[in-house]
């Protein structure tokens, strides 16, 4: 009987050890998950910082090859509106990790991966054709080398650009895909 007490009573502490371990797997797993989109937060911010910087580029530009200064004002619209997509379909608040249910942390990602998918297939095609214009403009307004000089320039840093947002893109889709599988796990 004596065997049986002591039996019982080392069950209940090794019960009280393992909940106590899935505590605290579940808190790590949440600071893991805060820590990897902790990148995607980061990025919303510096779009926002670099918008103005961007714009004043385009406006420049516009001044140097005697265009438009719609362009520039065009960019800076398409910009504000972009990154405030971005908002949405990028960034995670942190605070997510700690007072969401892990459901529903999932769901957000998932509804993050859509919504991103869907801004990319719209804002892209829209870059290409603002491009387009404003390469356009520059090209009927200078036929120096000064003007071919900025088309080429241009349609470098466009691929560039693009090249660039791809990979965020796919990292962005990546690291949502990678805390999604471990919520299902």
């Known amino acids: 009987m004596d ?8 069950m209940t502490a090794l019960k009280r050890s393992l909940d106590k371990e899935q505590i605290v797997n579940a808190k790590l797993m949440r600071t ?14 510096f779009e926002f910082i670099a918008l103005p910087f961007t714009y004043l580029i385009f406006a420049v530009a516009c001044a140097f090859f005697g265009i438009s200064q719609w362009y520039a004002v065009t960019f800076l619209i398409l910009g504000v509106l972009d990154a405030a997509l971005d908002l949405r379909t990028f960034r995670i608040s942190p605070k997510i990790f700690s007072t969401c249910s892990m459901m529903e942390v999932r769901s957000l990602l998932i509804r993050q991966k859509k919504e991103r998918t869907i801004h990319m297939c719209i804002s892209a095609p829209l870059a290409v054709i603002w491009l387009m214009l404003f390469s356009m403009a520059i090209l009927n307004d200078n036929h120096s080398t000064e003007g071919y000089a900025g088309i080429i320039g241009g349609l470098i840093g466009g691929v560039i650009g693009a090249v660039v947002v791809i990979i965020i893109y796919r990292k962005a889709q990546k690291t949502n895909d990678l805390i999604i599988d471990e919520i299902t796990e």
């Open 3 to 10: 065997e049986l007490n002591i039996l019982k009573e080392e």
């Open 32 to 45: 893991v998950m805060r820590q990897r989109v902790s990148w995607m937060n980061t990025f919303v911010k």
